[in-house]
Every structure is written in C-alpha cells, then in structure tokens.
C-alpha cells in the first residue's frame, strides 16, 4: 500500500510560476508510473504529466513547454514545476501511482490505484 501527500499548492497571478510536490509513503516497488492529475469545478479529471521508473515523461498537449515532471528517488518525492501559468491550469491538483508498468496511455488515469488529496492551484488573471 503507498501513501501519497501533495502539497505547494497555491495562488498565483497569470505568467507566474509554482511548484508542487508529492511525498510517497510506504513500500516502493523498484518499477512505477507516477504522475499529476488535475480537475476544475465542473469538469472532468485530466492527465497532466506522468513519468516512469526509467525516467520516461508524457506531458498533456496543454502544458508541453511550460510544466515539468521530475522525481527524487533518494527522497521518494515527485515535483511538477509549473511556469507560464495561465487562469485555464486552475483545478486541484492530484499525485498519483500505479506500480504497473506497461501503461499504452500514461495519462489515462484509470489507470492508476493510488492517489492523493490534492493540492489546490489557482491562477488569476
């Protein structure tokens, strides 16, 4: 069973930037996928950005260029920097995992078992 704790959340004005994080909690098996989910009010729960045990990243058309995924192994923490942030990347934003590595479609996130709170993100413009 992993646990997983978001947290950087924020505000912030439109063009600025923000980073979240997320603490795994458990036992880390040595292959993963782990990735940032995000929903607004009144929509539904979209892919942003996933990466793998082997360092392979998958980004939403949305956010190539101005998000990155990143990991730390030794810290069992995942980041997403964000830059250029626009009112249209305001949503809660989730932590997610799976530890089954074959995903034809990282951001899909039925695909993931584990998931965090949240951390809130809102960009004013």
């Known amino acids: 069973q992993v646990q997983l704790v978001e947290s950087g959340g924020g505000s912030v004005q439109a063009g600025g930037s923000l980073r979240i994080s997320c603490v795994a909690y458990?036992?880390?098996?040595?292959?993963?996928?782990m990735g940032w989910f995000r929903q607004a009010p009144g929509k539904e729960r979209e892919g942003v950005a996933t990466i793998n045990s082997d360092g392979s990243t998958t980004y939403a058309d949305s956010v190539k260029g101005r998000f990155t995924i990143s990991q730390d192994n030794a810290k069992n923490t995942l980041y997403l920097q964000m830059t250029s942030l626009k009112p249209e990347d305001t949503a809660m934003y989730y932590c997610a995992s799976t530890y089954n590595t074959r995903l034809p479609f990282p951001l899909d996130s039925g695909s993931y078992p584990y998931w965090g709170q949240g951390t809130q993100v809102t960009v004013s413009s």
């Open positions: 458990g036992y880390i098996y040595s292959g993963y996928y």
